[in-house]
């Protein structure tokens, strides 16, 4: 299509200035060309995203307070922000809370990366309940008691639709893991069930229902959390699972890829039937296992980057950095913007250096720009 653009502008150069060599029409003819395609393609005229950019991009920055800080506002308007997460420290009620989505949004940004800001929230029920005052009105292991999976897919579709009037759009829940008695989930109540086939049925209801109410939903913690005995936002945790266990208790992550979830969250957690390290700081998980073993296409996000389990492999920095090596599109940080600008500085110093190819990090970036621009103004 682009050469046919070009040709067809050199013709009408000719048209212009007959006397004009053939080397001076193709320049004029370029040049129309370009603007034409300007006009019809309007994303073909933005700039090329710089390496702040590119780096600022990949990280789920947090936010100080209940108001955007000059701070934040200046790094959207510049385009290193795309993406948020928001805690209850954000949204005392839904009064303050719609007024900070609502001036995230309304900040400029720059041509090509003006797609709306992914704002996340960690809303499962239960016990993760950023926005106390809304749906789900029960956690993950009652809904899976209690439910079946219309219920639960209502329960989904409600809390989606007070999600995206208080202005968030992207849940980071379902749980898709497999609880597993001793483990961290099944004392919280945050899987739900005990058995694949089980949470691969009621995982995928909450994210069709999160999906019928035009909001993002997200499988977390691939490859899967049931088996920890502590949390990593506390430890760092270590899996001795064997791979085949594994594989089996990867059903839910399966059943949700199949039906088109969008986002995919991967654990900090060392299951060492796998590799040696946290799965988000391991390409053989995230583009290994997950893209190309399980297929899946989407966006991958990464949990909490700041966290105790991630210490040991370079804090914020170097967690981000290597996360962001390994093939995952967004890095969440979660305690603060001062500790996100840590990461986005890790992140743009592997781009500059080749750690991460250019290419890779344009098509991460394309891969959320994407998910972005399903989301509608």
Not at 148 to 175: C, K, W, Y
Not at 233 to 244: G, L, S, Y
Request: glycine share 10%; aromatic share 4%.
């Amino acid at each position: 299509m682009g050469n046919g653009v070009v040709m067809h502008a050199v013709r009408i150069a000719a048209r212009l200035a007959p006397g004009l060599s053939v080397c001076a029409r193709m320049l004029i003819g370029g040049g129309l060309a370009m603007a034409a395609m300007a006009v019809m393609f309007p994303a073909l005229a933005a700039a090329a995203p710089t390496t702040a950019q590119l780096a600022g991009q990949r990280i789920t920055w947090p936010v100080d307070g209940t108001t955007v800080s000059p701070s934040m506002r200046a790094a959207i308007a510049r385009g290193e922000v795309g993406s948020v997460i928001l805690f209850s420290r954000n949204a005392p009620n839904r009064t303050v809370l719609g007024r900070l989505t609502r001036q995230l949004q309304a900040i400029p940004r720059p041509a090509g990366l003006d797609a709306p800001l992914l704002v996340t929230v960690d809303q499962e029920g239960g016990l993760v309940k950023r926005m106390a005052w809304a749906p789900p009105t029960m956690s993950a292991a009652r809904m899976g008691a209690r439910l079946d999976p219309a219920g639960i897919r209502a329960e989904g579709a409600a809390t989606g639709r007070v999600m995206l009037r208080s202005g968030m759009n992207a849940n980071l829940a379902p749980v898709c893991d497999v609880a597993r008695r001793g483990g961290d989930l099944f004392r919280d109540g945050r899987a739900f069930g005990t058995t694949p086939a089980a949470v691969a049925a009621d995982c995928t209801a909450f994210a069709q229902g999160l999906t019928d109410a035009g909001a993002v939903a997200t499988a977390k913690h691939f490859p899967g959390f049931g088996r920890a005995r502590v949390n990593t936002d506390d430890a760092a945790v270590r899996v001795t699972t064997p791979r085949a266990t594994l594989e089996q208790e990867m059903e839910p992550f399966r059943a949700v890829i199949a039906t088109g979830i969008p986002m995919i969250m991967v654990s900090s957690i060392i299951f060492t039937a796998l590799a040696p390290r946290p799965a988000l700081l391991e390409a053989s998980v995230v583009r290994g296992l997950l893209r190309d073993g399980l297929g899946f296409r989407g966006v991958t996000i990464t949990d909490a980057i700041d966290t105790p389990a991630l210490r040991p492999y370079g804090g914020t920095a170097g967690a981000s950095a290597g996360s962001a090596a390994a093939g995952m599109d967004l890095v969440i940080i979660a305690t603060s913007e001062a500790e996100a600008t840590k990461g986005m500085r890790a992140v743009s110093a592997a781009i500059a250096s080749g750690r991460i190819p250019r290419a890779e990090a344009e098509a991460s970036l394309q891969r959320v720009l994407a998910l972005r621009r399903s989301l509608g103004r």
